[in-house]
């Protein structure tokens, strides 16, 4: 398996323009999460999924974001209209349940908004 | 909510120093305790976890112990490399929350 995938690897726009992150999870696992890492807060879950169904969005920052997941192998992260200050890496991992088993990273998502 | 709380920020050893990191959580229905490893630019990977039944658990030059009445769980290094070089953050999974909630981090520099 090539691991969990996320796509685009950079991206840099202007503040008020829409951010389509996505994410195909490793295939069979039937949990997906995504993460934002800034130096100032560190490394936060914003929202996971089971079965595709979201389950926690507590830490979803604002109705800016939101996130998908059509199916098993396909989620996104919109942000719009971004701000500067959602600029950071965000992370999807995935996970074959919720507890106690290991979560896999992909490489992240770069973002820079200008 | 949980708190987790990691101890040292940043850690500075010599090569083959061993190396100790420390995460207290205050959440006590946790029950599964992992510590992950993310190099400069790379992203978060699973080194080692324990679970609430086992007091320590080894893997070559890393362990992890656990003292779950005092409610902190530690991550230690021995015969440390200069590949140990990274950010170590621990993510102890909150029983009432049902997710893991990561530690601020703690960069590790081994100096050759």
């Known amino acids: 398996d090539a691991g969990v995938i996320q796509s685009p690897r950079h991206e840099v726009t202007e503040m008020g323009q829409e951010v389509t992150l996505r994410c195909k999870p490793i295939?069979?696992?039937?949990?997906l999460f995504w993460y934002r890492q800034t130096m100032m807060r560190g490394l936060e879950l914003l929202i996971y999924?089971?079965?595709?169904?979201?389950?926690?969005d507590s830490g979803m920052p604002e109705d800016r974001f939101s996130a998908k997941m059509p199916n098993a192998s396909f989620s996104t992260l919109k942000i719009q209209p971004s701000e500067p200050r959602d600029s950071a890496v965000y992370f999807c991992?995935?996970?074959?349940?919720?507890?106690?088993?290991?979560?896999?990273f992909g490489p992240g998502t770069r973002l820079l908004v200008l | 909510g949980e708190n987790v709380e990691q101890h040292p920020s940043t850690l500075s050893v010599q090569e083959g120093d061993s190396a100790v990191i420390k995460c207290t959580y205050s959440?006590?229905?946790?029950?599964?305790f992992p510590w992950y490893k993310q190099e400069l630019g790379k992203r978060p990977q699973l080194i080692i976890d324990?679970?609430?039944?086992?007091g320590e658990k080894k893997d070559q030059r890393i362990a992890v112990t656990l003292n779950k009445t005092a409610k902190h769980f530690s991550l230690h290094i021995t015969e440390t490399q200069p590949e140990d070089s990274a950010v170590y953050f621990c993510?102890?999974?909150?029983?009432?929350?049902?997710?893991?909630?990561f530690g601020a981090g703690t960069r590790l520099a081994v100096h050759p």
């Open positions: 991992a995935s996970s074959l349940a919720l507890v106690q088993e290991t979560q896999y």
């Open positions: 295939s069979g696992h039937d949990y």
């Open positions: 999924f089971n079965n595709n169904v979201p389950i926690d």
């Open positions: 959440d006590s229905a946790s029950n599964y």
């Open positions: 324990i679970r609430s039944n086992v």
């Open positions: 993510a102890p999974i909150s029983g009432g929350y049902n997710k893991l909630i």
